[in-house]
């Protein structure tokens, strides 16, 4: 059994905020796998279903940010879970926009709801970290996270979490090299070819051979979560 855990603040308010993106991948997990209707538990809102050949929880916790741990710690006891099979989903300000990194351990950077979960769980979970950029300055740095996305943001913002939902059987099964390597598969974007390589095609008389033909990544399909997105960014 593994326990997902995102990390965000509760109440409409805070919705799409930057912070709360760890409440928005499990949504998309939720909406993507069929799991059943939060309810709730253990400080939080819960939901239970099955990823790849493992039984998962995944859990909301309701006590804001900066008290995470204490909802976590409470359903990680009775599970009776250890550390390792704990996974948190959380924004990095030390990541750009829409890249993802899985690591086990490690400091907390100043991240509240990293610190209240070291407090309460021990530091060897797994975290899922999910890049939103830096705003430049550390004393814009509240601002930034405690604000909304951009609508500019859901170019990368949707596929990505469509591709962590996609890609979270693997993080289930203790797969986290997979699941780094498929949300960068499922979200990769065609270089733009630099000048350096113009000036040489165009030196080049030899005629070029025919490209391979390759499968595109198979988009993620817009579900629950991607409409209410939208549904946010249009009104």
């Known amino acids: 059994m593994k326990l997902f855990v995102g990390l965000g603040n509760p109440g409409a308010q805070y919705a799409f905020n930057r912070h709360n993106v760890g409440f928005m991948a499990l949504d998309a997990i939720t909406d993507a796998h069929n799991f059943p209707a939060w309810r709730k538990r253990f400080s939080g809102f819960v939901s239970e279903g099955r990823l790849g050949g493992e039984q998962v929880i995944l859990l909301k916790p309701q006590t804001y940010m900066n008290e995470s741990g204490r909802s976590a710690g409470e359903a990680m006891r009775f599970y009776k879970l250890d550390e390792k099979d704990v996974i948190v989903f959380h924004d990095e300000l030390d990541l750009a926009p829409g890249k993802v990194r899985v690591k086990t351990g490690g400091g907390v950077a100043g991240h509240n709801g990293l610190k209240s979960l070291s407090a309460h769980l021990g530091n060897d979970y797994v975290r899922v970290r999910i890049g939103i950029g ?42 986290n090299d997979k699941f780094q390597t498929q949300v960068a598969y499922l979200t990769q974007a065609d270089e733009p070819e630099t000048k350096k390589a113009k000036a040489e095609k165009k030196q080049d008389k030899t005629p070029a051979p025919a490209p391979a033909k390759q499968e595109k990544p198979k988009p993620a399909q817009e579900g629950a979560l991607a409409a209410k997105l939208r549904r946010w960014f249009d009104s």
């Open 134 to 175: 830096h705003p430049g300055h550390r004393e814009r740095v509240v601002g930034y996270v405690l604000h909304d996305f951009a609508k500019a943001d859901l170019d990368w913002l949707e596929p990505l979490l469509g591709a962590m939902a996609e890609a979270a059987p693997h993080l289930a099964d203790g797969a």
